[in-house]
């Protein structure tokens, strides 16, 4: 009997609830047996490995190495930088026993690295001549949540998570701007979401950073999200963890250190961005399959899935990521419906009139129904060589898209009323001139829930703080987020 494929409900209607229907409709996550955990299904995984290569590629064009550290650290090792601990004390989970062995002390799982990489590179950094090193680890790592959802809120998640250490606190700022720049690239060059890139408020910045900087993307129910943060520590992680090294004049000197790190939050920024009514639209250098075929036999179809499997083997030759839906007993309905879901870009059909004119339909996925080059007919020995063409537009479109509802969104003012009314009404990225007082940011949020998201380069658009009335020093975006 054929199965039907469940609807997932409108996007429009309740993001929250599209959100949670698609990722697991999409089979890109099960929910575990344990709480804040996830599974990871092959698509999701597909998608999380995307990702990955594109970072990992630009990573190592920067100069850095992976390597892999310990998941458990001795808690005497994570309280000795005082900030750091108090930020990650409320989330950290504990290993207290080891088979029937009460522990003599208890280790952390980790809620990030600063820590342990930290206490390796004090040991590994002698001289200026072990600078800068360049370092990057693949991990997952737990911050202990009550709530689940999919890839923005999970207690373990899968990260990237990079840690330097250099001579001076420039060359540290550098490191800094390069990877914040790597990860806007990758999010709006790959992922196909646009991102504001600032430095982040005193009160939102990492524990244990002299400075956070983000990229901060905007979801289509205004509220923003956070899709990669790189920090500048200061000496204050080389100080805790006494990482030194005898500089060029034989001076003992303190390491300037830098973190950076994207999450597989990233793949949640992407699925509520380009997502529709009829599931994920995945752009297509982020698409585990960029292309599937569908054949539609009618009758005799021997010749048909001849001619698929010829189609499928070129369009592997041409290096594309392809897949060939040849299962018997499911309608090519169905199966439409299904590709459709997963966010697949480019659906070639083929059935016997097809064939016999010599032509396949390609299908576009960016493009709503019936809209204007949504289908077309494209000749069958030119199909291979025109695909990454097609598939480039639909990167292009759905940026585009994406960029125009943020410019759309993004909403500047200079009055405070109308300011409090956009924080509460999630208006989009809420842009105003800052005191870049804790006190007036802690009141924003009391009342609207809304917090600054990043600052802007350069100086305010106008005098005074449009939220509090003191003197202005910063261009700041406001918004409620994830
Ligand atoms: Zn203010």
Redesign the pocket.
């Known amino acids: 009997m054929e199965r039907t494929l469940d609807r997932i409900p409108p996007k429009s209607a309740d993001l929250s609830e599209w959100y949670q229907a698609v990722c697991y409709r999409a089979e890109l996550v099960s929910q575990a047996p344990v709480r804040g955990c996830l599974v990871l299904r092959p698509y999701g995984y597909g998608l999380w490995e995307r990702l990955q290569a594109e970072l990992d590629r630009r990573f190592k064009e920067t100069g850095h190495e992976n390597a892999y550290f310990p998941l458990l650290i001795p808690e005497s090792l994570l309280t000795k930088e005082a900030e750091h601990v108090e930020g990650f004390a409320p989330e950290v989970a504990w290993v207290t026993e080891g088979g029937s062995e009460k522990l003599a002390e208890r280790l952390a799982i980790r809620p990030t690295s600063e820590v342990i990489i930290g206490v390796m590179y004090a040991e590994w950094i002698q001289s200026y001549r072990d600078l800068p090193v360049l370092i990057n680890q693949w991990a997952n790592v737990m911050r202990w949540e009550k709530r689940t959802r999919p890839f923005l809120r999970t207690a373990e998640f899968l990260w990237q998570e990079g840690h330097t250490a250099h001579e001076s606190e420039q060359e540290a700022a550098e490191e800094v701007a390069r990877m914040l720049e790597v990860y806007r690239e990758v999010a709006e060059d790959v992922c196909g979401v646009p991102v504001y890139k600032g430095e982040k408020s005193a009160s939102e910045r990492f524990a244990g950073a002299n400075h956070t900087f983000s990229i901060e993307a905007l979801m289509p129910d205004g509220r923003a999200l956070q899709s990669a943060t790189s920090h500048e520590l200061g000496q204050n992680f080389a100080r805790a963890y006494d990482i030194t090294y005898a500089a060029e004049d034989q001076t003992e000197q303190y390491c300037w250190t830098t973190s950076w790190g994207m999450s597989w939050r990233m793949l949640g920024a992407l699925i509520m961005t380009h997502g529709d009514d009829r599931g994920l639209r995945i752009p297509p250098r982020m698409a585990p399959t960029e292309v599937v075929i569908v054949p539609i036999p009618r009758g005799d179809a021997s010749a048909l899935y001849t001619k698929a499997r010829e189609l499928y083997g070129a369009c592997k030759d041409a290096g594309l990521r392809v897949k060939l839906d040849d299962r018997p007993g499911q309608s090519p309905g169905y199966k439409f419906n299904e590709w459709d879901m997963r966010g697949v870009p480019v659906r070639l059909e083929i059935g016997n009139r097809d064939l016999d004119a010599g032509v396949a339909t390609l299908v576009r996925r960016d493009k709503a129904v019936k809209e204007d080059g949504q289908k077309q007919q494209v000749p069958l020995d030119e199909v291979v060589a025109f695909i990454p063409t097609v598939l480039e537009q639909i990167q292009h479109n759905l940026f585009a898209q994406a960029k125009t509802f943020l410019t759309g969104r993004t909403v500047a003012t200079l009055d405070r009323d109308e300011f409090y009314r956009m924080c509460t009404e999630r208006a989009g990225m809420i842009d105003i001139p800052?005191?870049g007082?804790a006190s007036?940011e802690a009141a924003v949020k009391d009342t609207t829930g809304a917090t600054t998201r990043n600052i802007q380069p350069g100086p305010p658009r106008a005098q005074i703080?449009v939220?509090?009335g003191?003197p202005a020093r910063y261009q700041t975006y406001f918004a409620q987020s994830y």
């Open positions: 800052w005191c007082l007036c703080c939220a509090c003191e």
